[in-house]
């Protein structure tokens, strides 16, 4: 059984049909040929698929296409101005916040829903203070990116990296 | 001695070339590739360990919408080359292990696939089987050589008088458990069967060795197969050799002539489909002389292999490399078992085989009343031991030293369980880690001149995070006596000219030392000034190093381990490295190199365990929910340094290779601040709390 659907995609509206069956990260990467993210486990454990989604981050594999009609997607692709990356992208360079890179397009949606979610004062697991605003500790960092698997083993270097886009 | 190259380029830190395109998403990884229409393959797999295939009922999946051909061992067309047994696809109706591919599902979308594939009726006649492996086997064998044409057994002197004459012995045997390499991307190929000419998108640490193993199963002359793979989405050796999915899609391929196959692993299937570290157990023995001398030494180890297809892990070949001591063996030893065939996975034998002896030499420290970094400094040989060859350079000394300096191991009270803060229990441990200097043959670079004062380099050399696209690219700007942004670098691709596999720390210095002969006959040839299109293709030149010298990378780690009085938690608040590793190309990325191999190994020392499960013979928590690496909370604080290390002896850059030695070593250290926190020794990974909690 099919189903159609309009997603806005780094800009870009878009229309498909779709499998009822097909996850919104396949329909992104089959459907419409948006590979940037990346398929690592196909159940939501690794990250690699993460988007922001409505502004918010989501992995994509974890639910179906059909039930997104209508959304905004936002892919580490989409980030930038076009011209320029966005900052925590290049933080990424500067700091070689990764290597094989597969993992990267994930850690780096992450990590700009991260940022958004600090300032706008949400709690973590390892937050102290619940009422005071959200602090952008290593600790925090650590804790809100613990999502999105690197098998390289880029993580103290994503943290720092994180935090320099902030800046 | 080779003639070192002059350091330009090389020692500067460019960020990766391809970085952007990495942070962006549009690097373009195996299933990435843009392809016209492609179909979609999935495998149905054995869930029987041992067994022969009666029937294959494939009339309902055929049945389905949109499936166009499901291959079985009743109608997969017969390979050429059966030789490498993990390559035969559907070649036999007999059952190996659990997992094995019995058929495999063509449709035009995935979903469909998959269902069909759910859909596919394999009746399989079992057989008892045979999945544990243990020490008191009375069948475990010894293998003709073992991974890298190692001897399988070595002596020297008599152990039995060098234990005898100790005053201090160890005789205790370590586990390492089974793991999974688990790169971030799975296997993946893409594969296009046109007039006898296959094109393969692939996930490989060698465009060349893939496309070679391909060719020999199906018969082809490697001109026929094209194989492309820019990046790689790492690989920890689980892609340096062709695994059965590029088989089975160009199998998929040829049904379908002109139509691109898609075929991407899932996580779950690579627990039994490309390969893992072999569990293995260890009995170390070392004596010590009164004053902290090895009087004996010997490392007897045992690994498992399948029973189709052979792979000796090798085990005890670093313990002929580290210590002196007089009376010495070692020895490997096999179980042939219903199991998954095991593989390479970062530093093969070293990796594991660092781990008992280091951790024997902190319990044999500790009976000498020696520190465990006087003690290694104690040992140290003036020659390899078992070789007899000088080392072309060897700084474990001064890694130790520099190590223990950047550390603060100078304050600490070497008493066990001293130390206890806000409910932790805090220790600290130090192992040292080693790598050989690999060279692989095989290698050649073309290098041509495109105006204006544009050099293209191609050698079809792979990065699969290491940094190539980049460092190669200084070597070769090095080499040609230019800027680095005068260099175009081309790798991942069979159409340029051959290299050998990214694998055993060799890519730098094999594919290094193929462009610095490329430049240097291009500058004999056509002088420094010459015309667009000079060009000029040479092969790796021969060296004769490795008979006159013993050529290995070494290093210090230290760790701090906290474990929680109550709970037993485990945590590593801080890693610290230093290596001795030949010339640093390009800082920024070797460290990356460094911290990574030593994260891997944490993860190894806290989590990492492949569950067997007997009554099946499958891994049991074949995910990444339950199969647990490092996230990023685990892993606070890393540092990796390096000494100023000159070895003209390795090859022209004096580099040594840096991609593995990190994971060396580090599974040690940490068990050795866990029994400095605690007064426990662990001798099992992993490191769980349960070993803590009396």
Redesign the interface.
Known sequence: MDGEVELRVDGRTRRLRV?N??TLL?AL??GL?V?????????G??G?CTVLLDGRRAVTCLSFAVVHDGAEVV???G??DGER?HPV?EA???R?A????????GQ?CSAVGVLDEVAAGHPSAVTADLTGPAELS??E???R??G????????????EAVRDGAR | MTDLLRPRAMGRSPRRVEGPAKVTGTAPYASDQPVHDPVHAWLVQAEVARGVVTSVDTGRALAEEGVLTVLTPDNAPRLASTEDAELAALQSHDVDFRGQVLAVVVARTPETARHAASLVRVVVEQRPHDVRLSGDRADLYAPEQVNGGFETDTAEGDLAAGLAQAAHVVDRTYTTAWYNNNPLEPHATTAVWSDENLLLYDSTQGVHTTREAVAETFGLSPERVHVISPHVGGGFGAKGTAHVHAILAAMAARALPDVPVKLALTRQQMYSLVGYRTPTIQRVRLGGSADGRLTALAVDAIGQTSRFKEFAEQTAVPARTMYAAPHRRTTHRLAALDVPVPAWMRAPGECPGMFGPEVAMDELAIACGLDPVEFRVRNEPEVEPESGKPFSSRNLVACLREGARRFGWSHRDPTPGARQESGWRVGTGVAASTYPVNRSPGSEANIRFTAPGRYRVEIGAADIGTGTWTSLAQIAADALGVDHGDVELRIGDTRLPKASVAGGSSGITSWGSTVVAAARAFREKFGDRPDDGDETCVAMPESSASDDYAMHAFGAQFAEVRVHVDTGEVRVPRLLGVFAVGRVVNPRLARSQLVGGMTMGLSMALHEHSLLDERFGHVVNHDLAEYHIATNSDVPDVEAHWIEEHDPHTNPMGTKGIGEIGIVGTAAAIVNAAHHATGIRVRDLPLTLDHFVR
């Open positions: 499998d069956r097909t396949d990467r089959d040929g590979t940037s993210p990346k398929k690592g486990c196909d159940h454990q690794c690699a892919t580490a692709a980030l930038g990356l992208q990424f360079l500067d070689d990764f290597q094989c890179g597969f993992c990267t397009p780096v290593p600790e960092v650590r804790e990116m613990s999105n698997l690197c098998r390289c083993g880029a993580y103290v270097r994503i943290v």
